[in-house]
């Protein structure tokens, strides 16, 4: 198993559902971060609660092209939930350094590493690739659109790789959270309703990749949310502060 954000809630959340639901079905967890220190923690978590060995390796998406340290890594699962939020967009609308880490780590640099494991998946005739995306992906808002417009694109990719992939017996999963009670979102007062717990998001992805689902939101409600973004009018939606 392949984790592209080993510090992410969600990425720590999925490995203990996928462990508790399949002991002893994977040799070793790769753990690629950019943060070893606290995927430290995680790695011994990990072998005291499972027993289980886990390997990591230290990737910045901001510096780093080298693949050659992925080449030993033979695996049928990656799960990816690299993100950056960045500032939002009155802080850091203007702010070069802030915008270029944002499309650079959510999909410059984060598709072409994709694109290193979906090979090997393809030759190896198997696997499966989840990706999270993010509901700021399906229309740009004021809000954060410099955040929203990277997810889109990211979102874009991963159904392309879908359609590109599953002739060659490959499933790609598109994961779309709402509203996240994770580390990202710790100053944000979030509705209730509309938000999730990383355990919960982690039990619906897991179910849903037994499925092989092609897209699943988190909280079912944002998708409905959405089809009403979605359709309004250009001319009102602009005059809206969303």
């Known amino acids: 198993m392949i984790i592209l954000g080993a510090t992410s809630d969600i990425s720590q959340a999925f490995i203990n ?14 753990l690629i971060t950019s943060n070893p220190e606290e995927t430290q923690r995680l790695s011994k978590h990990i072998l005291v609660k499972f027993e289980q060995d886990s390997e990591i390796i230290n990737f910045d998406l901001t510096r780093d092209f080298d693949y050659s340290v992925f080449d030993k890594i033979d695996s049928d699962l990656l799960f990816c939930a690299i993100g950056f939020l960045g500032k939002n967009t009155e802080e850091g609308l203007y ?20 694109n290193y494991f979906a090979q090997k998946f393809e030759n190896n ?6 990706g999270l995306s993010s509901v700021a992906g399906l229309r740009g808002r004021q ?14 990719y991963l159904d392309g790789l879908r359609n590109y992939l599953y002739h060659k017996n490959v499933h790609v999963m598109t994961v779309v959270p709402g509203f996240m009670n994770t580390k990202m979102t710790l100053k944000m007062d979030l509705p209730e309703l509309l938000t999730s717990s990383p355990s919960k998001a982690a039990d619906l992805i897991y179910k849903a990749y037994k499925k092989k689902k092609n897209k699943v939101y988190i909280t079912g409600i944002w998708r409905y949310i ?17």
């Open 125 to 130: 005739k198997s696997g499966t690739i989840i």
């Open 17 to 30: 559902k996928l462990l508790f639901e399949n002991k002893n079905r994977y040799p070793k967890i790769y």
């Open 226 to 242: 959405m089809i009403v973004v979605k359709n309004i009018p250009e001319f009102i939606f602009k005059k809206l502060k969303m």
């Open 143 to 156: 809000s954060n659109f410099i955040y929203g417009s990277s997810k889109a694109g990211f979102m874009v």
């Open 95 to 114: 702010d070069e350094i802030n915008t270029q880490k944002i499309l650079t780590i959510n999909y410059a640099n984060l598709v072409p590493l994709i």
